[in-house]
C-alpha cells in the first residue's frame, strides 16, 4: 500500500507542475505587446518547456513551441541552448545509470 501512496503523490506532484508551467508557454497574451517582447531568459524557458509546449499545441491552436514576439538573437540562442542541453542532459544521465 506504500508504493500505491507513494506513486499517487509523485503523480499529484507531476499533475500540480503541468498545470502551472502552462501558464508560461509561448504564445501566451503576456509577450503580444511590441514594447514587451520575449528576450534571452524567456528563450531558455521556452526551450525547457519545449516537449510540452509541442504536446499541448496540438490540443490548442494558441499555445506554440517558439514565442513569435521575440528580440531576435538573443531569444533563439537561449531557447537552443536550452534544447540542446536538456535533450542531452537527459542522454548523460542515462549513461552514468548504466555504466
Sequence with gaps: MKILEKRL???LVLALLMITLTGCLPGSARFT?????????AGIWHGWLAPI????G???DHIRVYE????????DFGFYIAV???F??????RRKQNG
Design 68 to 75: 513569435v514576439n521575440n528580440t531576435g538573437w538573443w531569444y
Design 58 to 60: 496540438i490540443f490548442n
Design 84 to 86: 540542446i542541453s536538456g
Design 53 to 56: 509546449s509541442l504536446i499541448l
Design 88 to 93: 542531452g542532459g537527459l542522454s548523460l544521465a
Design 9 to 11: 503523490f509523485w503523480i
Design 33 to 41: 505587446e511590441h514594447q514587451h517582447v520575449a528576450g534571452f531568459f
